[in-house]
């Protein structure tokens, strides 16, 4: 199936550990996103990257960091777990055209 | 600033027609989107208005006005499977060209 994957779908850790969500698309889409969607369902744009350029959102702490091995994936590893970030973590691509593409989501508590 | 709003909650009935509202505030609008998300799913594609006027696809139409910087979905023949939140988000050159995100309506459909 051509998507965007996602995992794990569920991840429970404990504060102050490092963990790392991985996305892959095989939509061959040149740019690919992190948001963050909390309790309140407010989706929140954390990256967007195509394989040139990094756009970050400044109110990202640096304790996150996306990773690109290649074109079709950009993981995404968090340092130094608070329980602040517990939410559910999408990961999105696009092309030329404007709609976006999102994976499953990744339940992420921290406890 | 940015600002988009839209109701948060909304409760219709099988077969009808529901309107669903979005308003907002962005220094540079380049197009607005509708997405649904059923709970604990991922959220979808809708529709993309960047011109005024409505578009219309099957039973979803979106309508946009950028001068008054308001824009509807407009639901027909009503289904059980309607009953998700539907996600207003616009495209902001300001932001670099990110999608920025309204809170979402949840649309409860009843018999």
């Known amino acids: 199936d051509t998507a965007v994957s996602q995992t794990p779908k569920y991840l429970v850790t404990q504060m102050g550990n490092d963990k790392s969500i991985k996305c892959e698309q095989n939509?061959?889409?040149?740019?690919m996103y992190w948001y963050k969607q909390d309790s309140k369902k407010f989706l929140k744009i954390m990256f967007s990257?195509?394989?040139?350029?990094?756009?970050i959102n400044e109110t990202v702490p640096n304790r996150f960091s996306p990773k690109s091995p290649d074109k079709a994936h950009l993981n995404l590893h968090i340092n130094s777990l608070e329980l602040g970030d517990s939410a559910v973590y999408f990961c999105?691509?696009?092309?030329?055209?404007?709609?976006?593409?999102f994976g499953p989501g990744t339940r992420l508590t921290v406890t | 600033g940015q600002n988009i709003d839209q109701p948060t909650e909304m409760t219709a009935t099988e077969g009808a027609i529901v309107q669903i509202n979005c308003t907002y505030q962005t220094s540079g609008f380049n197009g607005l989107f509708w997405y649904q998300q059923h709970a604990g799913e991922a959220p979808t594609f809708l529709s993309y208005n960047v011109l005024d006027g409505l578009e219309e696809k099957g039973r979803f139409s979106s309508f946009l006005s950028r001068s008054k910087g308001y824009s509807y979905l407009l639901l027909k023949e009503l289904q059980m499977k309607d009953s998700a939140s539907y996600l207003c988000?616009?495209?902001?050159?300001?932001?670099?060209?990110?999608?920025?995100w309204g809170a979402g309506t949840k649309l409860i459909i009843k018999p």
């Open positions: 939509l061959g889409h040149d740019t």
């Open positions: 988000a616009v495209r902001d050159r300001g932001s670099n060209y990110q999608l920025i």
């Open positions: 990257y195509n394989n040139k350029e990094l756009i």
């Open positions: 999105a691509s696009s092309s030329r055209d404007p709609e976006q593409y």
